[in-house]
């Protein structure tokens, strides 16, 4: 037995292909429109194909072809199957069946027809299987890619390479396709990029005076951060630029050095400073500084996984709830690994609600983590600081100076 497809413009065209290859007595078993990029690439223009099969034995194939003609063109009318039937001397008339039941044969080469009828079937099976599973196979045509695409995925990657974490960039990036129209100005699609980019980050949060009476101020963060300096540079701002009142407190009672290193700033921009180990001492420096504008609080720098510490610390910041407006000031390095801010972060929030800083801005070129620890813990950043210089070296967080970093800028 012989199976074979051929492929022409048109059916007609397909069938004598067959005929004249294989002969005569070939029988069409399907017929199906395909693809240029097709199976058989090799022909020109491929419109229509056509599946045929021979048996060398043309008697028992023309019996086994009409059968399964019989069984399979059951909307032929009655009078075509009696046509088929009358033309098939192997085969007796079949038995009409109910409900389109199985066709009966009689004779005693019923059976090795039957054989040959299954195998023919099954063979076709997987002769039109194979193809249509190859077909659907990744042979679809992929979606040309506009150079607005180009553009976009450019601006994606090159906030992974600022280090901002793939979630927080597919979500921005899948916001601005529900916006951008197809084959938009490149300036366009940037635009809407940099303002959605500029929302994330929010308004920036600096301190503000209380509405009345004194404003206490916390500053929490693990050893290293530049805690300590980022206090002085803010309370130079204060007290130098703007003329107001400011006293600092370190609450850091394990590192000598950087109480001793507060002193000397305190020292240098005449102001008053203090030492506190418990709450009363807290209680006691608001009644004394009870004119002052601000009171800046240092806090010990100690590992965030000490619980101890952690709690003794959320009783100092919450000891003035209700006497005092305060707010918290969570300071990190830019140069911390996300993995680790995560932790930072998840830690001291169990303390209190706070705002960020960032620090040492000048020792890293990307600021990814900004944008990552905006996202993740929601909190409003007010300053970041980019070396040692006291006063200098710091300022309000600027939410479009960071996007035009983030998007391949230069400052």
Known sequence: MIIKKFIAKTEKEAIENARAELGEGVVVMNVKPVKSKGLFAFLKSPMVEVTVALEEESEKLTAAVSAINSVIASSQNKEKEEETVK?????????????????????????????????????????????????????????????????????????????????????????????????????????????????????????????????????????????????????????????????????????????????????????????????????KALEDFRDYDYIMIDTAGHSHQNATQKDNMRNIIHSVDDRVESEVHLVLSATTKYKDLISIADSYKEMADYKLIFTKLDETTTLGNLLNLRLYTGASLSYVTYGQNVPDDIEDFNPQKTVKRLLGGKN
């Not at 044969?105 to 997987?126: F, Y």
């Not at 301190?207 to 050893?223: D, Q």
């Open 87 to 283: 033309n098939t001397p192997v085969i007796e008339r079949p038995e009409k069946q109910e409900n389109n039941g199985p066709i009966r044969e009689k004779g005693e080469n019923n059976s090795a027809i039957e054989e040959k009828l299954d195998s023919l079937q099954s063979l076709l099976e997987q002769q039109l299987q194979k193809p249509e599973e190859e077909k659907e196979e990744p042979q679809e045509e992929k979606k040309e890619e506009t150079e607005t695409d180009k553009f976009m995925h450019l601006l994606h990657d090159t906030m992974l390479e600022n280090e901002v974490d793939e979630k927080y960039a597919r979500e921005i990036m899948d916001e601005i396709e529900l916006i951008n129209k197809p084959n938009i100005p490149f300036d366009y699609a940037l635009a809407n990029i940099y303002q959605k980019m500029i929302l994330k980050f929010g308004k920036p949060s600096g301190i503000e005076p209380a509405g009345s009476g004194i404003k206490l101020v916390f500053f929490i963060g693990p050893t290293g951060v530049g805690k300590t300096t980022t206090i002085a540079k803010i309370a130079s701002k204060f007290r130098v630029d703007e003329k107001k009142k400011v006293a600092l407190l370190t609450a850091d009672t394990y590192r000598i050095a950087a109480a001793e290193q507060l002193r000397t700033y305190a020292n240098i921009l005449e102001v008053p400073f203090r030492v506190i180990y418990t709450v009363e001492e807290i209680n």
